[in-house]
């Protein structure tokens, strides 16, 4: 179980293993120099462990970042932070090898602006990360192959603007579920229901499908292989 309460938190898994990466911590929003970001990564045994443990540390104290997990690699990108009087999203990409404690190690970036409060989804292959907002709701969607190192590549468009958004997948599909949208990136937003999916392996624009039974926005979201 978590040490300390976690908000807008990142996570990764190999199946044995979780870890809890960039996050907000009210209880250390003291905490100089990072105010509550955190770059230090938890980790977890599910079938053994009853409270979380040191697992080194991200490049970048963060929240609302986005992750995907391509075993044996985890993935933390993006995200924010408010330290020392500036804030301002990042871009930075990290990676790491679940099954093995240490520090991560610094993978490229997100390809403009730096974001939040997007979706991750992928496969083993390939990590997608769709929408967020960077000053302003974002629908590209753009992806990194997960066995190398480099910056992202813009790869085709959400059908709106989208952030507070969540991501599920499974080898072949992913799904970018919910969350707030507009049809321009500085249009009126409001809590959406809608589903968008594309093929992982190709770098065509989402479809827009079918719905939520609830509108909702800044959800979790799990899928089989």
């Not at 100089?32 to 230090?40: A, L, N, T």
């Not at 970048?60 to 391509?70: I, K, P, T, W």
């Not at 924010?80 to 090898?97: C, F, P, R, V």
């Not at 579920?177 to 968008?196: D, E, P």
Request: contains cysteine; charged residues 15%; negative net charge.
């Amino acid at each position: 179980m978590p040490d300390t309460a976690y908000n807008c938190a990142s996570a990764v898994s190999n199946g044995t293993r979780g870890l809890v990466g960039h996050r907000y911590e009210p209880d250390n929003s003291d905490d100089s120099p990072y105010y509550g970001y955190r770059r230090d990564i938890r980790y977890l045994t599910f079938a053994s462990s009853t409270s979380t443990s040191s697992f080194g540390n991200l490049t970048n104290a963060v929240a609302d970042s986005g992750s995907h997990e391509g075993d044996p690699r985890g993935i933390f990108t993006g995200g924010y932070a408010h330290q020392g009087g500036s804030s301002g999203s990042h871009k930075n990409i990290d990676y790491l090898t679940i099954a093995s404690t240490g520090n991560a190690s610094d993978f490229g970036d997100l390809n403009g602006n730096g974001r939040q409060s997007f979706a991750g989804c992928g496969s083993t292959i390939r990590a997608w990360f769709c929408g967020g907002w960077t000053g302003a709701r974002m629908n590209d969607m753009q992806y990194i192959t997960v066995a190398s190192t480099g910056n992202g590549t813009d790869a085709g468009d959400l059908t709106d603007w989208r952030n507070a958004t969540m991501g599920a997948s499974d080898n072949e599909k992913a799904e970018i579920v919910g969350g707030y949208a507009a049809s321009t990136s500085g249009g009126s937003a409001s809590r959406v229901s809608s589903i968008h999916y594309f093929t992982i392996s190709s770098t065509n624009n989402a479809t827009s499908s079918y719905n939520l039974t609830a509108i909702n926005d800044q959800m979790e979201c799990a899928a089989g292989t």
